[in-house]
């Protein structure tokens, strides 16, 4: 299979999309189980809590029960406003939200409290351009509006009209929303057409590709390379520990070609298991004048990814740091 397709199954109950790229793996997005936290993108109303100055923030009261945590001034006392899931947060911690209310597509996003009609700046064409921006015009409300992203450039006008209707319509299920209600966000099908931008969609490769064995193999903690190397990824509740090592090989220029090979691996890996967070790597041992470039090829294939990674660079003990967005909840 050439190309890049988008399957979608389920795993322990759970859907789940796999982007498969000519025929390999690339990148998975699992639903959280039935009784998780709320989908990412998910819009409920909320109250104040406390304030905590410190942090730089408010705890806010969800429906459902759950605890939030809203960075900037807050919600004012003895009010509610509507809030949207911005990310998973650890075990015993609150899910993180915002005010900044955005409802993503593939083609448009809808942008509650920003009227106007906005147009990716990765579309060139003056006339396209104009075109889109007259085609969604009749979308545009008052107290919304819509900003038009770069794969709407080649992407048929029915399509981008139809979405931005969707939008639109989430946009007024919003502001109706009750007390205890909640709007659920993209489940992984959608999460990952959003992400990973309009594709085939398979129902069958799924289970052709064996999909699940790939996803099951992620309980391991180990990556084997083909190097003859391996890679250890252990999640803790303060950090993601990622461990390379050289395995059986041997010789000055083993630690550096297995380095290669982990950091153009690692980005699969931790995009996967929806590992976000801090990440330290302890890299396997290799000269002072080899890490410049890990280090680049690390950034480029990050870069490519779909998680917002940051990398800080070495530590007085030669170990790596990143800072990942927590944009996916870990599949195990």
């Known amino acids: ?34 009784d998780g936290p709320p989908l990412r993108g998910a819009v ?8 905590v100055p410190k942090l730089g923030g408010q705890f806010v009261q ?4 759950a605890t939030g945590f809203l960075k900037g001034d807050g919600i004012p006392d003895g009010t509610s406003a ?13 899910i993180p939200v915002t005010l900044k209310i955005g409802f993503r597509g593939c083609f448009v996003v809808a942008t509650p409290g920003a009227p106007g009609v906005n147009v990716s700046r990765q579309i060139a064409s003056e006339a396209r351009r104009h075109a889109l921006t007259q085609l969604v015009r009749c979308q545009e409300r008052a107290d919304c509006g819509l900003i038009l992203r770069s794969a709407a450039e080649d992407a048929e006008d029915s399509q981008i009209l139809a979405e931005a209707r969707r939008l639109v319509a989430q946009f007024d299920q919003m502001t109706a929303l009750e007390s205890g209600a909640i709007l659920a ?3 992984a ?3 990952a057409q959003i992400a990973w931008g309009p594709m085939a969609q398979s129902d069958t490769a799924f289970e052709d590709f064996e999909v699940a064995e790939f996803i099951e193999a992620m309980r391991s903690r180990r990556v084997d ?23 059986n090989q041997t010789g000055g220029a083993a630690g550096l070609k297995v380095n290669i090979e982990a950091a153009r691996e690692l980005p ?27 280090e680049r090829i690390l950034q480029e294939e990050f870069a490519r990814g779909f998680v917002k990674t940051r990398c800080l660079g070495w530590t007085k003990m030669g170990l790596f740091e990143l800072q990942r967005s927590r944009d996916r909840m870990p599949i195990f």
């Open 1 to 34: 299979m050439k190309g890049r397709v988008l399957a979608v199954g389920r795993f322990g109950g759970r859907k789940a999309a796999a982007l498969l790229v000519d025929g390999r793996w690339s990148d998975l997005i699992v639903d959280p189980p039935e």
């Open 44 to 51: 409920c109303l909320a109250r104040p809590v406390r304030s």
């Open 62 to 65: 969800m429906a459902g029960g």
């Open 82 to 94: 509507p809030v949207q899931v911005s990310g998973f947060a650890e075990p015993g911690k609150a």
């Open 185 to 187: 966000g993209p489940d």
């Open 189 to 191: 099908a959608e999460a």
């Open 225 to 247: 390379l083909s190097s003859g190397g391996d890679i250890f990824v252990e999640p803790t509740r303060a950090f993601v520990a990622v461990d390379v090592n050289t395995g």
């Open 268 to 294: 699969r890996q931790l995009d996967s298991r929806g590992l976000g967070g801090q990440v330290v790597i302890d890299f396997a041992p290799m000269s002072r004048s080899n890490r410049a470039r890990v």
